[in-house]
């Protein structure tokens, strides 16, 4: 029988983006998070990743996994004297406990996500420090880094994954970068300049759709001939 449409699970996603680029494409596509969709859909589990990776999927694709203490950015939190001890200064109202727990907790998902039962598997996340990476699986790759800007998105904003079982992403429209400083140069980095606020995170990790478009054309026809194949 003819394999029509992949299982797919997006794990940390709430708006739908990925999800809905995977439906279009008429595959079975599943979101998860631990907040409500975003949308409404009722294609959409509430409830930890973790939880579903023995559902039998054909494609695993982490969108949004935490990364605030995985990243580069972030080891300065992890930083003192010596191998992971207390830096001189933390965050406003954090502890060094909440440090150590975030970072536990970050590690512990990618991980997880990493070795689920689920032959393709994509996570999106930073280039990570190197306590973090010491930390990770001997068969863990250095991720491919993209830019929205490479699928028709003008913005900066570096993109990681880090990928089993499916080849690199190629890039779909490529725009012409905007002079340094310029006007169109700082809308590019908006991303960067957004002010603190209770939504900040949410806005900074929603995913562009144009990438979207890529991974479930890119990734999902990959991953329908392999699977084809398996069913001749």
């Known amino acids: 029988m003819a394999v029509t449409?992949?299982?797919?699970?997006?794990?940390?996603?709430?708006?739908?983006?990925?999800?809905?680029?995977?439906?279009?494409?008429?595959?079975?596509?599943?979101?998860c998070d631990l907040l409500p969709?975003?949308?409404?859909?009722?294609?959409h589990i509430v409830g930890d990743v973790r939880d579903h990776l023995d559902d039998g999927w054909d494609l695993l694709v982490v969108a949004h996994p935490p990364c605030t203490r995985l990243c580069r950015s972030g080891r300065r939190w992890l930083?003192?004297?010596?191998h992971m001890t207390p830096p001189k200064q933390l965050p406003k109202?954090?502890?060094?406990?909440?440090?150590?727990a975030e970072f536990e907790a970050g590690l512990d998902l990618f991980i997880a996500c990493w070795r689920a039962p689920v032959a393709r598997v994509a996570i999106e996340n930073p280039e990570m420090h190197d306590i973090a990476r010491a930390r990770l699986p001997a068969d863990v790759p250095r991720p491919q880094m993209v830019q929205p800007f490479w699928f028709g998105h003008p913005e900066y904003k570096a993109t990681?994954?880090?990928?089993?079982?499916?080849?690199?992403?190629?890039?779909?429209?490529r725009l012409p970068e905007p002079p340094k400083g310029s006007e169109?140069?700082?809308?590019?980095?908006?991303?960067?300049?957004?002010?603190?606020?209770?939504?900040?995170?949410?806005?900074?990790?929603?995913f562009f759709p144009g990438m979207a478009n890529a991974l479930a054309d890119q990734w999902g026809g990959f991953a329908m001939a392999q699977v084809g194949e398996c069913a001749a």
């Open 5 to 31: 449409s992949l299982r797919v699970l997006v794990g940390c996603e709430f708006s739908g983006t990925v999800r809905n680029a995977f439906l279009t494409r008429g595959h079975d596509a599943w979101s």
């Open 160 to 173: 990681g994954w880090y990928l089993r079982g499916l080849p690199a992403l190629r890039e779909t429209e």
């Open 184 to 206: 169109a140069w700082k809308q590019w980095n908006r991303v960067w300049r957004m002010p603190p606020g209770a939504n900040r995170g949410h806005e900074r990790s929603r």
């Open 93 to 100: 109202g954090r502890s060094w406990a909440d440090m150590r």
């Open 79 to 82: 930083s003192g004297p010596g």
């Open 37 to 43: 969709a975003e949308d409404g859909s009722n294609r």
